[in-house]
């Protein structure tokens, strides 16, 4: 499955969750690959050798994340809650639609990134109003903390890390965890 993990801007958030995902992909048995979208790798080829590859597509007004985009099953998108105004960032929801136009069979998943956990439930509705602006476009139920994500793996986390697995990848990720403990 290819997963191209896009956002409005260029974020450093995009590449954590990325390889974040990845390991933890990794340590259930399954092949990996991370790329950057600007190394300009075939997606395609990259999907035949690979039973996943992450693509870091980071900001979706370049020609590489438009690629991305169009070669993938899922579109992740991390967004905070103060980012998530349809008026103001229209942009993102733009490029998502058009992104969908051409790839039918995109699905489009939104993860709610608030700066603690206090912010969570307001940060969710925020999301939602906004992706309800993109074709088929979904909230995911795991909401992840941005300052614990950015800091690295620890107990908060990896429950949401492997929960936001679950919904990406479905459930093979449940049954692949569910054998190794």
Do not use: W
């Not at 942009?91 to 603690?116: E, K, Q």
């Not at 074709?135 to 941005?146: F, I, Q, Y």
């Not at 929960?163 to 054998?179: K, N, Y």
Request: hydrophobic share 50%.
């Amino acid at each position: 499955m290819i997963v191209a993990i896009a956002g409005g801007h260029p974020d450093p958030l995009h590449g954590l969750l990325g390889k974040t995902l990845a390991d933890l992909r990794r340590r259930d048995g399954c092949r990996v690959l991370v790329v950057d979208a600007a190394c300009g790798q075939r997606l395609d080829c990259a999907a035949d050798c690979f039973d996943d590859v992450l693509v870091a597509a980071g900001d979706c007004g370049s020609e590489e994340c438009r690629s991305a985009l169009a070669a993938a099953q899922v579109a992740l998108v991390p967004i905070a809650p103060e980012e998530a105004d349809a008026a103001r960032h229209y942009a993102l929801i733009a490029r998502l639609n058009a992104a969908r136009m051409f790839n039918p069979g995109l699905r489009v998943l939104f993860v709610a990134t608030p700066d603690g956990e206090g912010a969570a439930a307001d940060g969710v509705h925020a999301v939602r109003a906004y992706a309800a602006e993109v074709m088929s476009g979904h909230v995911a139920a795991t909401v992840l903390d941005r300052r614990a994500l950015l800091a690295g793996p620890g107990v908060g986390i990896d429950d949401g890390i492997a929960a936001l697995s679950t919904e990406v990848f479905g459930c093979a990720h449940a049954r692949r965890h569910a054998i190794h403990h």
